[in-house]
Nanobody
């Protein structure tokens, strides 16, 4: 069965950096667009970054452009999110997700993602 396991979340000071990882298993990893979403307490889940199956195209929410970088390793079956210049408003649970297609046609539409991880907590103070 499909498994997505996030790691790398931590508590950091504003201006700091983190690298999140998402280890995928149970399917052919290089066939799907992948994305990172986040959800803060009392707020709706929002898309942060997405990447096509081969990594040739990436998509970012306006709030993280220039600060976050999404990447993937199709040999290690792992998705990454580099978070730089962190702000308090970046505090949230971060989730990785597997899209229904190879290309991320609607990257911020949650219903287009068929599998989700359990999340990793990022706290910025």
């Amino acid at each position: 069965h499909v498994q997505l396991v996030e790691s790398g979340g931590d508590s950091v000071q504003a201006g700091g950096s983190l690298r999140l990882s998402c280890a995928a298993s149970g399917y052919t990893y290089n066939r799907n667009c992948m994305a990172w979403f986040r959800q803060a307490p009392g707020k709706e889940r929002e898309g942060v970054a997405a990447i096509t199956n081969r990594g040739t195209s990436t998509f970012y929410a306006e709030s993280v452009k220039g600060r976050f970088t999404i990447s993937r390793d199709n040999v290690k079956n792992t998705l990454y999110l580099q978070l730089n210049s962190l702000k308090s408003e970046d505090s949230a649970m971060y989730f990785c997700a597997r899209y229904v297609n190879d290309y991320c046609y609607e990257p911020w539409v949650s219903d287009k993602y068929r599998d989700w991880g359990q999340g990793t907590q990022v706290t910025v103070s």
